[in-house]
């Protein structure tokens, strides 16, 4: 007895058309970073969820170098790219999968066997190599290898050769240790081998019906067991541990391997050609059921139960009866189910991938949908804008079209807006344009209850919202314009009558709730009829509000779907909640057609892109789409409903989608993303190394365009995969990537980066481990350190020829000065000798001769001229002896400077009866002075001195040299002082001190209080 699942199986399909190299599909296998591999008649497949990268076998009889890698193609149904004509297969046919203890991906085909390297992207390197066929039956089959299975203490493996027998090689280096022919029994009568399974330490086989072989891998010894069961085309595989399942034509096995038991369930599927089902392959799904396809679709057999609970015959929802020979069942790491056919390419179930049944009609061009309605039969009724009335089976299969376009047309009307029960016998339909009449759901007629209603004598008025309520007490609301009307049945008919008409108003739905509140919704408000009341009252909404639908939670909070969201008010008709796109930026949109509520008291809405489950417990909000299986993202006004069992319709502008909430499941996969391939300044990166499997790479400074591709692996529903990127040191947080799964960076600046890349599945649930790929692009030469090291060297060895040039030179200029000076102070020196040898002897005997002319006159009035000249050339010869001190080079040193001064004003003063205390520092610098400075200093000093002499009337002064920057000589007497004023208009003497000290550099500051004090601060640098 086949028993019905609740949960229909919805399957994903894949073809040539989505870029599969062929439809035949004969093994199919996932690697463990993820990819699925797919085995065609036409090479090998292998796919990421969005494109196809094809391997194949080359055709031609030559090899040229750097051919055949391979040509990126973009795929235009998905936006990504896949690597096409691969030739990387050593065999042409009869491929077949396997991946080994150390992970490895094998493939045997007709030419043996190969290992796929996937640092080079290559199945090239063939470890058995076998081109010889055992027979023409071998010539012609599809499998010539496949392998059963690894032993890990002896390090073999196994491979079952059909038209053979069996070969034990070596795990590492494939070579051949044994094999084992098929025993002479079996051979004499020419039967091969027709299953194989490799079961631990055992080998079990099948060549005939009813037999069951078992081969001891240690001792080769072969125990044969009678199992009527078995008849043609038998597939073996574990169960458990104890138990093995045989599924051939017409029965599924039991045996369990310890007792020597079994139980034979005997198969009744027929197929369109009255065959039985034959069977090709199986497979364990997650909750234990055994998946078996064969000659007529899957069959799927609870162990447990011990029966059949589904006979799968068409993997397209459109389809009664699809091609459906199934050569190929494979589970993958998130549960999903990979379908190989023969002709049909792959089709996937995800257990895990949120259902939404796809009701469709196959013979309309639109599926305009405006109203749905499940009738007790469990059959769907579909009403359509301007095609009639679609019927579906219970899950979704196509039964019946009632068109307008027949003569006599069957409705009416053409649009069919709302439909109703009236009882398990007829439906209420209600058409545009007031058509309004009751539909036998058993013999398919009318009966066009129009004329009843057109009686009334109502005007005419806008109809583009036909609805129908029917009310616990019996009624059947309806509307026409501004009318709210209801119908109810009479002894004979019916009859028809006016609730209550809204002026200026036009109707556009009609809720009550189980108080008998009645609400009605229009083009810009809600009216609202209170049990306990008569009148009808008026909710306001924003201008320019459209009411499309309006329902009750269990809170007792309504809910008005509208053309602005969805508002939510208490049981005083006061907003609580107005869920849009702007306060809720989740939703995405604002037009909303329809609100039901599913058993969890959750609101489902559909709008203008897709549908949304709102949570108003945390007001967390999900958004499907056509991405998910939606008929498309843009659903109808009128078009939904809620079965009694808790399934809820949706209709839009290609259909309708129906679901139970109940069964939604959260994705617990998480997606590793795969780094595909690099472009640097637009060119593919090369390297030989898969870059999935690299963690580093460096690039060159002038390579800093570069744009890196990647994929997430998980299968449920890959279009709803997200993916997040972000290289560390460029971007500040994560980046969302588009729909062609590529991430682009330009002029990076030299240095180490690392990018992330993370994935979440189709319910937003993320890997908190992202795959990561770090890049360095190297600095230029003239910024690494041994070129700045170099250049360096480079500026400190011309820093040091030109500095030995410029001392070289500087030494030859102090030379040349030198020599300058010294022959200057020779010439200064001779001069001064020649002044003092000369001058000054002369000078000399002329105040010698005055004084002994003098002393011979005895009249003293005639002296006085003598005198006069006797004194005139003393001063002279005093002055003599100051500009032969100047200029003598001898005495340039500041400490010469500062004992001539101190000995002239101490022999000055002391002549003129003045006491004086002349301070200089303990230590004087070893400062060189210029003839002229000394000589500037000390007439400034001796000046000063003079003033005091014969102006100052003192009697004591203070000379004090201070040596700090610069040196300061202050000199202070405690005479008369003197006038400032006068000192300015007539005063040369203290002009001239100024003068000396600018004429060196320094300044000369001349006061008068108690006394003059003159202050010389003159630089010694």
Known sequence: ????????????????????????????????????????????????????????????????????????????????????????????????????????????????????????????????EDTVWANNAERDSGVKFRILGEDTVTHSLWVWRPMKGLYVLNDSTYGIKRVIMYPPAITRKGLVAQAVLK????????????????????????????????????????????????????????????????????????HEKDQTFAPFCMELDQNGNVWIGGSDGVIVYNVRRNEVINHIVSFNGSEARSWNIVTYLYRDASDNMWVGTDGDGIKKYSPNKKVFNLYRSPFTTHNMVRSVYKHDDGKLYVGLMNDGL????????????????????????????????????????????????????????????????????????????????????????????????QIVPTDKSYQVAIVHEFPDETLTTYYEDFLGNKYVGTKSAVYVQKVSSSRWEVIPLPQGTIVKSINKNASKRLLLATSKGLFVLDENNHVLKHYNSY??????????????????????????????????????????????????????????????????????????????????KNNPSRPKVVIMRMEVLDKPYESDTALSLLKRIELPYNHNTIAIEFVPLEYTNPLKNKVQYKLDGADEDWVQAGAFRMARYTNLRPGTYTFNVRASNNDDIWNATPTTLEIVIKIPFWQSLWFRFLLLLLLLGVAYYFSTLYLDYKIRHEKLKLEKEQAVDQERARISSDMHDDLGSGLSTIRLLSE????????????????????????????????????????????????????????FLEHANIRHQFFIPESIPNIKLSGGTRRNIYLAVKESLHNVVKHSKATEVVIRIEMQQNMTILLKDNGKGFDQEKVRLFGN?????????????????????????????????
């Open 1 to 128: 007895m086949l028993h019905a699942q609740e949960k229909p199986y919805i399957f994903d399909s894949y073809g040539v058309n989505e870029g599969l190299s062929q439809n035949s599909v004969y093994d199919i296998l996932e690697d463990n970073q993820g990819f699925m591999w797919i085995c065609t008649h036409d090479g090998v497949n292998r796919f990421d969820g969005y494109v196809f990268n094809e391997y194949r076998f080359n055709p031609s009889l030559q090899a040229i170098d750097g051919q055949g890698k391979g040509n990126l193609g973009v795929r235009s149904n998905t936006g990504g790219r896949a690597l096409i004509n691969r030739f990387a297969l050593k065999g042409y046919k009869g491929y077949s999968l396997y991946r080994n203890r150390r992970r490895q991906l094998i493939l045997t085909h007709n030419y043996g066997i190969s290992v796929y390297d996937e640092y080079k992207n290559s199945f090239e390197k063939t470890r058995l």
């Open 199 to 270: 079961d631990g330490n055992t080998i079990w086989m099948n060549f005939e019906p009813g037999e069951l072989h078992a081969m001891d891998t240690k001792t080769l010894r072969l125990t044969t067991y009678c199992l009527p069961g078995i008849t043609s085309h038998a597939v073996l595989r574990n169960l458990n541990k104890d138990s093995l399942i045989i599924a051939s034509r017409g029965h599924i096995v039991i045996f369990n391997k310890k007792l020597n038991k079994y139980t034979d369930l005997p198969l009744v599927q027929q």
């Open 390 to 485: 679609d019927i579906y089976e219970n899950g979704g299969k196509f039964l019946e079209r009632l068109p307008n376009e027949d003569r006599p047309a069957p409705f009416p009307g053409a649009n069919l807006n709302a439909i109703c029960r009236e009882d398990f016998e007829h439906l209420w339909f209600h058409f545009s344009d007031m058509s309004i009449g009751l539909f036998n759901v058993h013999t398919r007629k009318f009966d066009n209850l129009t004329k009843i209603v057109k009686a009334l004598g109502m005007p005419p008025q806008e109809d583009n919202y036909p609805f129908l309520f029917k009310r616990t007490t019996g009624e059947v609301y309806f509307n026409y314009g501004c009318y709210l009307l």
């Open 583 to 664: 306060d809720y930026p989740s939703l995405i949109n604002d037009y909303f057609y329809g609100v039901l509520l599913d058993d969890k008291d959750r609101i489902w809405v559909s709008h203008n892109k897709g549908l949304s489950q709102i949570n108003p417990v945390d007001d967390e909000i999900t958004t499907f789409n056509y991405e998910d299986g939606l008929q498309s993202n843009e659903f109808n006004t009128g078009a939904f409903f809620k079965s009694l069992d808790g399934e809820l319709f949706f209709g839009g502008i290609r259909g309708v989608n129906g679901f139970y909430p109940k069964d939604f």
């Open 852 to 907: 002994i002319a003098k002393r011979k006159l005895q009249d003293s009035s005639q002296t006085k001229e003598l005198e006069r000249i006797s004194e005139a050339a003393g001063e002279l010869v005093d002055k003599m002896s100051e500009i032969i001190w100047a200029m003598n080079s001898s005495n340039d040193s500041l400490e010469n400077l500062i004992a001539y001064m101190r000995s002239f004003a101490a022999d």
């Open 989 to 1021: 003497g203290l002009k001239n001190i100024q003068k000396r000290m600018e004429s060196v550099g320094g300044h000369a500051e001349i006061t008068s209080d108690n006394g003059t004090i003159v202050l010389l601060d003159i630089p010694l640098i």
